[in-house]
Nanobody, 125 residues
Framework: EVQLVESGGGLVQAGGSLRLSCAAS????????IGWFRQAPGKEREGVSC????????YYADFVKGRFTISSDNAKNTVYLQMNSLKPEDTAVYYC??????????????????WGQGTQVTVSS
């Protein structure tokens, strides 16, 4: 059974940093991707970042480029999202998700098959 468990969310002041973790288990796929998504109250879910397993390609939404960095530690089966220079508009529940294939649209949530429970990130002004 595939399981994804996020951690690392919390309350931070604007300009601060957080590092989210996504611990994955139950994977038997050779080619997959891990994505981070977020959803704020009253807003649609949006893709934040993605990393692929085969070549380590990374993708970022324009609104986080230069501020967020995705990385993976294969030995720990964990993907991280380092979030710097946080803004109040980054406030949302952040989810990690796994796609069992190489996504054609890495930041499109429908490409993903498994989801974690989410972790709240709140950025105060």
């Amino acid at each position: 059974e595939v399981q994804l468990v996020e951690s690392g969310g919390g309350l931070v002041q604007a300009g601060g940093s957080l590092r989210l973790s996504c611990a994955a288990s139950g994977f038997t796929f050779d080619d997959y991707a891990i994505g981070w998504f977020r959803q704020a109250p009253g807003k649609e879910r949006e893709g934040v970042s993605c990393i692929t397993s085969n070549d380590g390609s990374t993708y970022y939404a324009d609104f986080v480029k230069g501020r967020f960095t995705i990385s993976s530690d294969n030995a720990k089966n964990t993907v991280y999202l380092q979030m710097n220079s946080l803004k109040p508009e980054d406030t949302a529940v952040y989810y990690c998700a796994a796609s069992v294939h190489y996504p054609e649209a890495p930041l499109y949530w429908l490409e993903y098959d498994y989801w974690g429970q989410g972790t709240q990130v709140t950025v105060s002004s």
